[in-house]
């Protein structure tokens, strides 16, 4: 007979209040056979049995039909190993499912004897749901950047086709219509003409924007360093890129980041009057973090409408685009320039 005054007694009677009183993990034992013997308060909220309707069963009424045989391979291998781990579907009570996550623990006596196991279920249902919420959110994100960028190609080679080689023909025929006019005429012709290589350029620009940045191929650091090499110095901006990531994002965020910076370049140049300009990389958060600072002359932040971007198109795409891949975006201007920040999540 136990002595119920001892202190080994006071403390085992504890533990056992407290394995009784754990809610949220299922915590009870089997016999060697697999039939319940003890039962606590979380077994009873996760699968809806009270302790007096499943003590003595067995604990494969918990097991989906299919996979009727898990029950009894699941103690053979805990027998042996000591211990099994397992995610899978179960059942409640009431024919529900939820998803498990499931540790048997083999219990040997001093003498080496199988006195049972001990047998520890969390409900993982939410956490997997919101895994699974989280991956098709992915997916949808990589599809619509994807068909962003393939539109995107498809314009470039309309306006490149199209649009460029007519005004490249129109400019040939207004030099050669030039040669041939009278002096009056011909300085007019030669007007119009420059007006035309102005267009001829622009849409030059344009293709180069809208061309897919070939992240693929190089990578987004590269990408981004030769398009920042390329369209800035052109344009007197001196541009530093420090690139501090510990891992290449996947192509997805690294295509958004890039189209984020390369419209807030767009701006630095079309509105700052900036003779610097500062893009810092760097991981931060499980994602990446992006700054780009230039010196230029700012703007008041708080007076834009945000509401119809009708007149301000690029500033709300930026946001746009972040907060659809599950990150943020800031802008701050003063006298001394303006920052445009972003952060994305990346997965690997
Ligand atoms: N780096 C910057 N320096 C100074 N002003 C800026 C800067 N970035 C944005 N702005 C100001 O914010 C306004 C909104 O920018 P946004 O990119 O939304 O529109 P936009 O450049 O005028 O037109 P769009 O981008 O649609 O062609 C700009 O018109 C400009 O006044
Ligand atoms: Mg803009």
Request: contains cysteine.
């Amino acid at each position: 007979m136990t002595d119920r005054s001892t202190p080994e007694h006071a403390s085992e009677e504890h533990f056992r209040l407290l394995v009784q009183s754990v809610i949220d993990y299922a915590i009870f034992m089997l016999d060697p056979q697999g039939r319940i013997t003890t039962w606590n308060i979380g077994a009873e909220r996760i699968k809806g049995y009270s302790a007096d309707e499943i003590i003595g069963k067995h604990f494969s009424i918990f097991y989906p039909p299919e996979d009727a045989d898990k029950p009894a391979r699941e103690l053979e291998v805990a027998a042996v190993d000591g211990r099994l781990e397992d995610e899978g579907w179960r059942l409640r009570k009431d024919g529900t499912r939820f998803w498990a996550n499931v540790v048997i623990t083999a219990l040997y006596d001093s003498s080496g004897e199988l006195r049972g196991f001990g047998k520890v279920t969390r409900d993982l249902t939410e956490r997997r749901n919101a895994e699974l919420r989280l991956s098709e959110r992915r997916r949808l994100l990589s599809h619509l950047v994807e068909a962003q960028e393939i539109e995107r190609r498809r314009i470039a080679w309309d306006v490149h086709d199209d649009s460029l080689q007519s005004m490249i023909a129109l400019g040939m025929r207004l030099q050669l219509l030039a040669d041939e006019l009278p002096p009056k005429y011909a300085s007019v012709a030669r007007e119009l003409d420059e007006a035309v290589n102005g267009t001829v350029n622009r849409l030059r620009d344009l293709v180069f924007r809208l061309r897919p940045p070939g992240i693929d191929q190089r990578g987004l650091v590269e990408a981004l360093s030769s398009y920042a090499g390329v369209v800035l110095p052109r344009r007197g901006l001196d541009v530093t890129l420090r690139p501090e990531l510990d891992h290449e994002p996947e192509p997805e965020t690294a295509t958004t980041i890039f189209r984020i910076c390369q419209e807030a370049l767009t701006n630095v140049l079309k509105h700052a009057n900036a003779k610097a300009v500062h893009i810092d990389l760097s991981t931060m958060d499980e994602g990446v973090r992006v700054r780009i600072t230039d010196d230029g002359t700012g703007f008041a932040v708080t007076t834009l409408d945000w509401s119809s971007g009708r007149d301000h198109f690029g500033l709300i795409e930026m946001r746009e685009r972040a907060e659809t891949a599950g990150g943020w975006w800031t802008i701050s201007s003063g006298e001394t320039g303006t920052t445009v920040e972003f952060w994305l999540p990346t997965t690997g």
